[in-house]
């Protein structure tokens, strides 16, 4: 399973961007996905964690400005990020916890990363 995260670039402050983390592969199934973003020098943090069943959790900092959903369907989740600050500038990375089936019928579970997206708010 591969994840594949986009959306990131230069946008002011207040303003709004909306990040995607599309999963790929062959008879897969995802759990839960989660975005996470990294600045500079500073410990990674987990912003947003959405389950299948779509319940979601986003982390204190970002509260009603950030909504993390998912299309189970595509297999993509999305983080809409609005009235967006400086100290929101990252690294945004995501990842989900994925069960693989193989043709032979072994069935193996795992957690895969997304290359990260850079998102940068100017003051």
């Known amino acids: 399973v591969q994840l594949q995260a986009s959306g990131g670039g230069l946008v002011q402050t207040g303003g709004s961007l909306r990040l995607s983390c599309a999963a790929s592969?062959?008879?897969?199934?995802?759990?839960?996905m989660r975005w996470y973003r990294q600045a500079p020098g500073k410990q990674r943090e987990l912003v947003a964690t959405i389950t299948s069943g779509g319940n979601t959790d986003v982390s204190d900092s970002v509260k009603g400005r950030f909504t993390v959903i998912r299309d189970n369907t595509k297999k993509i989740m999305y983080l809409q990020m609005n009235s967006l600050k400086p100290e929101d500038t990252a690294v945004y990375l995501c990842?989900?916890?994925?069960?693989?089936?193989?043709?032979?019928?072994?069935?193996?579970?795992?957690?895969?990363w997304g290359q990260g997206t850079l998102v940068t708010v100017s003051s």
């Open positions: 990842n989900a916890d994925y069960v693989e089936f193989s043709p032979s019928g072994t069935v193996v579970a795992g957690r895969a």
């Open positions: 592969g062959s008879s897969f199934r995802i759990d839960d």
